[in-house]
C-alpha cells in the first residue's frame, strides 16, 4: 500500500514538473516570438512615465497606445530584465518589440534610443476646456498651464494622433483637421505626454456621443462630421439656451432647401488669428475667399468650426420644427429675432443692426 502511494506520488509530481516546463516552453515560444518582432518605422508615440507608477499601469498605457500586444509579457520582460522604470517623457515606435520598449523606458538601451527627459512640466493639471472653442484655444490653454512643448506640441498631437483607434473618425479624412471632436470638459491633462491628452478627449467624445445619438444620427441621413458642423454653427452663435434648437432648424432648413448658410462664425473661422480667434467682421469679410466662408459657398463648410458642446449636439439631433429661415441677434441681448420671409429679415436687421438704439 505504502508503495503504490509512493508511486503515485511520483506519478503526479512527474506530471506537475512537465507541466511546469510545457508551460514555461510556451511563454518562452510567445517571449521569443514577440522579442524577435522587427522594429519598423512606425508612427512614433509619445508615453511617459511617472514617479510612482506601477508595471501595470504602464503596460495599460503601451497597449492602449497598440505598443504591446500583451501586458503580461511586458511584465515578465521587465522583470527578467532586472531594470526598473525611469521617469520621463519618451519617444517609442509601434514595431519596436517588448524587450526594446522595455531598455528604453529603464534606460538600458543606448542614449540616442532614448528619448526619457527632465521636464519643468507639471505631471499633470486641471483643464476646463469651454464649449465653442476651437482647436488653437485649447493647445494655447495648454501651453498656458505648463504643458510640455506648449500650444505647437498640442497642436503636433492632434495632427498625428493614431485615428484607426476611433470608429468615429471614419469619415475624416485623414488630412482634415480633428476640429469638433475635442470634446468640451474639465479634465486632468498630462503634463508632458499631449497625444495622451488628445486621445482623453477622443474617447470622452466616444462615450458622450452614445448609441442613441448615433442612431438618430443615421434616421436624420446625417453623418456625425455633419452633425457636429451644424452644431459648431450653433455653439457660436446661440447665446441662450432655448434658442439652439431654433437655430439649429434655420440651418438645417437653409442646408435642406439648398440656400447658403450664410453663418458669420465661418468667416470667423477664416479671419481668426491668436490675438482674436473671433474677430468682429465688416462687411467686406463676407467676400473673404475661403470654402469655410458660407456667404460665397454652398452648402456645409469642410468640417466643425469649433468644439461644439452636449446642448447644441442635441439641438441639431432634435430641432425645433419652425418655419424660420433667418435670424439677427437683437443687439447685445444674446437674443435673436427669427424670420419666415426675407422682408421680415430686412426689417429686423434695419431694427436691430441698422438702428443705433437697436430698435428701442
Not at 516546463?21 to 508615453?47: I, Q
Not at 508595471?55 to 504591446?68: K, T, Y
Not at 526619457?116 to 488653437?136: L, Y
Not at 467682421?281 to 470654402?291: A, I, K, M, Q, R
Amino acid at each position: 500500500m505504502v508503495r503504490l502511494l509512493t508511486q503515485s506520488l511520483k506519478i503526479i509530481t512527474i506530471a506537475a514538473l512537465t507541466l511546469m516546463v510545457a508551460g514555461a516552453g510556451v511563454w518562452a515560444f510567445r517571449y521569443a516570438t514577440e522579442a524577435a518582432r522587427p522594429a519598423d518605422a512606425g508612427a512614433p508615440v509619445m508615453v511617459s512615465v511617472f514617479e510612482g507608477q506601477s508595471d501595470a499601469e504602464v503596460a495599460d498605457e503601451l497597449q492602449a497606445q497598440g505598443l504591446i500586444k500583451s501586458r503580461m509579457l511586458f511584465q515578465g520582460q521587465l522583470r527578467l530584465s532586472g531594470g526598473s522604470l525611469v521617469p520621463g517623457t519618451y519617444t517609442l515606435r509601434k514595431g519596436m518589440s517588448v524587450p526594446q520598449i522595455v531598455d528604453s523606458i529603464t534606460g538600458a538601451a543606448p542614449a540616442e534610443e532614448v528619448t526619457g527627459t527632465t521636464s519643468n512640466a507639471p505631471e499633470s493639471f486641471d483643464i476646463t476646456i469651454p464649449e465653442g472653442w476651437r482647436v488653437e484655444q485649447i493647445a494655447e490653454e495648454y501651453q498656458r498651464l505648463g504643458g510640455e512643448g506648449g500650444a505647437e506640441a498640442f497642436l503636433q498631437a492632434v495632427q498625428d494622433i493614431d485615428r484607426s483607434q476611433f470608429d468615429f473618425l471614419a469619415d475624416v479624412p485623414a488630412d482634415e483637421s480633428l476640429e469638433g471632436y475635442l470634446f468640451p470638459d474639465t479634465y486632468r491633462f498630462s503634463g508632458t505626454n499631449p497625444t495622451a491628452n488628445v486621445a482623453t478627449m477622443l474617447t470622452n467624445f466616444g462615450n458622450k456621443y452614445t448609441p442613441e445619438m448615433r442612431q438618430r444620427t443615421a434616421e436624420m441621413g446625417l453623418t456625425i462630421s455633419q452633425v457636429l458642423t451644424i452644431a459648431s454653427l450653433v455653439e457660436r452663435e446661440a447665446q441662450l439656451p432655448e434658442e439652439r434648437p431654433t437655430i439649429a432648424d434655420v440651418y438645417l432648413s437653409r442646408w435642406e432647401q439648398g440656400w447658403r448658410l450664410d453663418a458669420d462664425p465661418t468667416v470667423q473661422y477664416v479671419l481668426g488669428t491668436p490675438q482674436d480667434w473671433w474677430p468682429k467682421l465688416t462687411g467686406d469679410d463676407l467676400f473673404v475667399d475661403s470654402p469655410y466662408n458660407t456667404y460665397q459657398n454652398d452648402g456645409l463648410p469642410p468640417g466643425p468650426i469649433a468644439n461644439p458642446g452636449f446642448a447644441s449636439i442635441q439641438a441639431v439631433l432634435f430641432p425645433n420644427d419652425t418655419p424660420y429661415m433667418y435670424f439677427v441677434a437683437m443687439g447685445d441681448s444674446g437674443e435673436h429675432a427669427f424670420a419666415v420671409t426675407a422682408e421680415e429679415q430686412q426689417a429686423n436687421v434695419d431694427k436691430y443692426l441698422n438702428n443705433p438704439d437697436g430698435g428701442q
